[in-house]
């Protein structure tokens, strides 16, 4: 019936391409686009010139427009829009793509291309985009014909937004931008195969909580699914783990979910998790995965990943069911809609929170959390890292703040030692771990938010990765605040270099990093170095006051290893403590060192 | 968990017939390293535009369900079925097979090629080519003895495979 409906549908409202592509963005109420131009989309830039309200965002570097664009989509909950010309602008796209499709982060990434009848003649400026692409987006279109187009960019935003979210490219030939075609409204478009499944079968629910209830030993351990569900996902969390009196675990993804405050939140879980975190999960009996998807930073080895528990999994993309850990119960489903049925189920069948069943159970999860394995000690007058984010955290925790960062050291320390409450306020490049997307991520945040704080906790290696955005920062006045955390290594790189590669830091240093300070004020903001730790909360201070784009360049102790840690190929109940844990801890074994 | 337990399955997929589509279902098992035996894609309504695709693979269980859902969650792909687990279904293939020989082995290919109902579709006074459909086990066989009796070259057609009984389960939606 529906078919009929988009064969019949009136055609009578033509226009060009451009047109189209520019009324199907803003009745998607897309407000703000991330690009660059080129010859290939030219008539579509002419376009937004002579529309009011969409906002571009000229950016520096293509990859900075979808990390933009990811920040965006991350800190809103709506897909993130990229546009940028053919070949190079489309190639410069690919770190971005693979990177929101490894965080499931809706996107969709219109690309030019050359006219359709230059198309495999390797035409200036021509990259099989669509080929190219294949393997890092959701689902990518190359347009063809005018008439095609209206359907194209609804389903787009459809696809990129439903289901598991996932970034989309549109290849657009530049004639396809000049010819004219229908333009058809969302209700008009015609039907797409995809349709993602969002709630599963009662029974297999009521299953879970059955289980659930019996547990002695119960973990909850959530990923970034309660993220992308919406902020409704995270209330319930909290309503569950509230109703259950369960131990809670967040992935590296889902950091937010349940307010780091909250008691009965453990920590963040995996290689650089808790000590508390990963026992709880090597020993419980019943585990509820609700939007995690057993990633190898979490499970460590596989074969000793929490040996005696029953699994429960809930996921809304099938494919993340029994690919890593084969699980007793998969449950396919929207997290917030899952979560919701669960809480009902529970309260109706009359569960209690059971003390003295899980009593137990807690008095060992606190003897776990009493080994304190995030404590430090600040002494001297080097600043230790761990101590920077901690000084950061307090002086920001009770101001409207968004955090984003880089790869590295720098970014395990953020998730040990910035505490989120609320979900969306966290956005970090976990699968793919893209150096370089914190800067402009931290952009895409800004400018959602324009009256918020939003720092980027970066290294100074990462930033530079793509530190031509203090330019864009300029330009849009985003008072975007980067907080180096400066050692001068690739931190990660050095740690791996240390405890797998006998300290030999092979093109680890970098030799000529540049002066921070004078290169926040050549590109018109402000800059500052703390060198010591009484000078810490100074710098902190002044950044949180400068009304400008700030680069503040924190250095700390150069050779400081990020703990607790599973060693690659390693359990979770053979973590290493701190840097003195070496001696009773097995070394990496050889099928660890080949790992990543 | 059948961990190590290797399985043939037959998966049959109805798709948009539209350019890349192809590419989205191969890339799938080339990016992951599974295993592609037989492929087979065709448009089976022009009106609406939908082409069936039949893949057989091989794989443990894991790897099985991991494939379908991966082909479940690609736009253009209306319907995946695993005819292999959803009951009775049956399998043909089509190949062509050239073989050169003199004499009695001339003879002996024509009378393999009738117990087989292959039928001999070009000849010369040194050759024969054969057509032969039926099963991927007895196309085996007919081309395991023809090439023991001459020096052949073979094209196979890859399996196309339905589902036995009255239910339509592949049909275009409406």
Same mark, same amino acid.
């Given at each position: /019936? ?30 703000? @686009? ?10 579509? !830039? ?43 602008? &489309? ?67 459809? *696809? ?7 970034? =989309? ?61 919406? +902020? ?15 131990? =809670? ?48 930073? %979490? ?18 993309? +099938? ?65 230790? +890292? ?40 966290? /956005? ?8 370089? !997307? ?6 895409? =945040? ?7 704080? %939003? ?18 920062? $300029? ?57 010591? *730790? ?21 250095? *700390? ?40 | ?19 890349? *589509? ?51 969650? @690609? ?65 085996? $066989? ?18 196309? &495979? ?10 275009? +939606?409406?």
């Amino acid at each position: /019936m529906k078919f009929a409906k988009y064969q019949n549908r009136k055609s009578n409202n033509c226009m060009s391409g451009a047109a189209i592509i520019v009324k199907a963005l803003q009745e998607q109420g897309v407000e703000v @686009i991330f690009g660059y131009p080129g010859g290939a989309v030219l008539p579509l !830039y002419d376009e937004l010139f002579k529309t009011n309200n969409l906002r571009h965002i000229l950016v520096r570097h293509e990859q900075a427009a979808v990390h933009a664009a990811e920040g965006y989509a991350r800190s809103t909950g709506k897909p993130g829009v990229v546009l940028v010309t053919s070949g190079p602008g &489309a190639t410069n796209t690919v770190t971005g793509l693979t990177d929101a499709l490894m965080d499931s982060i809706p996107i969709v990434c219109l690309t030019g291309q050359v006219p359709t009848h230059l198309i495999g003649t390797d035409a200036f400026q021509e990259a099989d985009t669509t080929g190219i692409t294949r393997a890092c987006t959701k689902h990518n279109y190359l347009v063809k014909k005018a008439e095609d187009l209206a359907d194209v960019m609804h389903e787009a935003f459809y *696809v990129a937004a439903s289901g598991r979210p996932g970034p =989309v490219v549109i290849d657009l030939p530049k004639d396809i931008l000049f010819s004219e075609g229908p333009y058809h409204k969302v209700e008009e478009v015609r039907p797409c195969a995809y349709k993602p499944q969002v709630l599963d079968d009662e029974k297999k629910i009521e299953t879970a909580v059955d289980l659930m209830a019996k547990g002695k030993r119960p973990i909850i351990y959530g990923g970034g699914g309660l993220i992308n569900s919406g +902020p409704r996902a995270s209330e319930l969390l909290l309503e569950l783990a509230e109703l259950t009196g369960y131990p =809670v675990t967040l992935t590296l993804m889902g950091l937010g979910a349940l307010p780091a405050s909250n008691s009965q939140f453990l920590g963040m879980l995996g290689m650089h998790g808790t000590y508390e975190a990963n026992l709880a999960m090597n020993q419980c009996d019943v585990m509820l995965n609700i939007g995690a998807r057993f990633d190898d930073r %979490v499970t460590g080895r596989l074969s000793d990943f929490s040996p005696r528990s029953t699994k429960i999994h809930v996921d809304i993309d +099938p494919s993340s069911i029994n690919k890593n850990v084969k699980v007793d119960l998969p449950i396919i489903g929207d997290a917030s809609m899952t979560i919701e049925k669960m809480i009902k189920i529970w309260k109706h069948k009359g569960y209690q929170k059971n003390d003295p069943q899980i009593k137990e159970w807690w008095s060992d999860i606190e003897g776990w959390r009493e080994e304190k394995c995030l404590e430090f000690k600040q002494e001297g007058k080097i600043i230790k +890292p761990q101590y920077a984010i901690r000084r950061l955290f307090e002086k920001t925790a009770n101001k409207d703040t968004f955090i984003t960062t880089e790869v590295g050291q720098h970014q395990m320390w953020a998730a040990q030692y910035y505490g989120f409450e609320q979900p969306n306020r966290w /956005m970090t490049s976990g699968g793919l771990g893209t150096m370089g !997307y914190g800067l402009p991520a931290a952009m895409g =945040v800004q400018i959602a938010h324009p009256e918020s704080l %939003v720092i980027d906790i970066a290294g100074e290696a990462s930033i530079l990765m793509n530190i031509q955005e203090l330019s864009t920062m $300029a330009q849009y006045k985003m008072p975007i605040k980067a907080f180096i955390v400066n050692n001068q290594w690739m931190g990660m790189v050095r740690q791996w270099q240390e405890l797998n590669h006998g300290s030999r830091y092979s093109q680890s240093y970098t030799e000529s990093l540049p002066d921070f300070v004078k290169l926040a004020d050549s590109f018109g903001g402000d800059g500052m170095v703390a060198e010591t *730790v009484d000078e810490l909360d100074g710098v902190i201070d002044a950044m949180l006051n400068s009304e400008k784009f700030f680069l503040a360049d924190i250095r *700390v102790a150069k050779e400081e290893n990020c703990f607790p840690m599973i060693p690659s190929g390693a359990a979770h109940n053979e973590m290493i403590l701190n840097s003195g844990d070496s001696g009773v801890t097995p070394k990496t074994t050889t099928a660890g060192m080949a790992l990543v | 968990m059948s961990e190590s337990l290797e399985q043939r399955h037959t998966i049959a997929l109805l798709v948009d017939n539209e350019p890349g *589509v192809l590419a989205r279902v191969i890339g799938l098992f080339a990016g992951r390293g599974y295993n592609i035996e037989s492929l087979t894609v065709s448009e089976v309504d022009t009106v609406k535009g939908y082409s069936r695709i039949t893949i057989v693979t091989s794989g443990t269980e894991m790897v099985i369900q991991q494939i379908k859902a991966l082909l479940s969650r @690609i736009v253009p792909v209306h319907e995946v079925h695993d005819l292999s687990i959803e009951g009775p279904h049956l399998e043909r293939e089509l190949a062509l097979i050239k073989i050169n020989n003199t004499g009695e082995q001339r003879i002996e290919a024509m009378r393999i090629a009738d117990m087989f109902r292959a039928r001999a579709i070009d000849s010369t006074l040194t050759s024969f080519v054969f057509e032969v459909t039926g099963s991927p086990r007895k196309v085996d $066989a007919f081309i395991n003895l023809m090439s023991a009796i001459g020096n052949t070259e073979v094209c196979r057609g890859g399996v196309v &495979a339905i589902a036995r009984g009255s239910k339509i389960e592949l049909g275009a +939606p409406s």
